[in-house]
């Protein structure tokens, strides 16, 4: 069971810089992602959780923290539209059974000090703390424990590195369950407790399923990625 969520929100306070010696260091640390994805204000090892939480240093998108570096969260229209498909399938199927809480896009996590990370979907359970009113409403603007379901929907600026840091990050916090979206590939790739061992790549004959977190929930991979765009009809008059 994970840790209880605290009574009141965690002071959110400037923290120890890190250091990064050089840019690749630095680079190196969020995976080598696009250069334009890093806010080099503040400078690269200072930030912290106060500057997620302000716009005028965010420019209004979502960032995340990461030993103080600010790291937009890019997503094109598409997979944005594929994440918002399958939140909506799992909100309403924990909504059912009375589950637990569901987050988007927005819904940052605080893992540490030096570590807020915005998942695509995120879920927790209920029973995942001793007291689940203090997930709903949140003590403050984070979660600080651990969900038990992480999504992540892959976008051309994700590098493999990211990702696989990303992976880690999730499997050292408890996260139970962790599905990696890719609309290209049209796959679902299945970490167990975030990690490599027991990992399935699902494509579009197969099923995804909620395990143990989402016991009974199941989804198409098809019908996750299927167009729902209605066929062309001509209008009558036209030629």
Known sequence: MSTTAPATATPVCPVPAFRFRTLAEALERVGNVPAHRILTRPPLGTATVLDVL??????G?????????LLEKTMGADEDAVGVWLSAHIVFFAARHNLGRTFGAQGGVRFSDGVVRIPDVSFIRWDSVDDPSELDPLPGPFLHVAPDLVVEVLSESNTLREMQIKLGEYAAAGVKLVWYVDPDAKTVTVYPKGRER?????????TLDGGKVLPGFTLSVADLFASRAPKATKKKGKK
């Open 61 to 69: 998108w979502g960032v995340e923290l990461v030993d103080g570096i």
């Open 198 to 206: 027991g990992r399935k790549v699902l494509g579009v004959g197969d």
């Open 54 to 59: 302000d716009p005028e240093v965010t420019g």
